[in-house]
């Protein structure tokens, strides 16, 4: 059976998608961080105090917890908006 450009790419393509599964579900796992951790990074984002690679790393890299992991999400949708990062905040400091 001759196999065509086409097959193979669909067959990496299947093979692709549990793979990313897999290392996203490693990084949750290993990426416990706390509310106060999360607190602690968005503050220094918005005072423009961390190191130059920090945001970075918690925008990119999922978080254990669901709720934690959404409000990272909702960071990096409004990571140039800075009010909007005062106000995920302020929230989050509340509700720990």
């Given at each position: 059976m001759v196999w065509t450009g086409a097959a193979i790419c669909v067959v990496g393509l299947l093979a692709i998608a549990p793979l990313f599964r897999?290392?996203?579900?490693?990084s949750k796992r290993r990426n416990n961080l706390s509310a106060a951790d999360?607190?602690?990074r968005i503050e220094k984002h918005i005072s423009r105090t961390e190191g130059p690679w920090d945001w970075d790393d918690f925008t990119s890299i999922?978080?254990?917890?669901d709720e934690l992991d959404q409000i990272r999400v909702q960071c990096v949708e409004s990571?140039?908006?800075?009010?909007?990062l005062k106000r995920i905040?302020?929230?989050?400091?509340r509700s720990v």
């Open positions: 897999l290392l996203t579900g490693i999360v607190g602690d999922p978080i254990a917890s990571e140039e908006n800075v009010e909007e905040l302020e929230r989050l400091r």
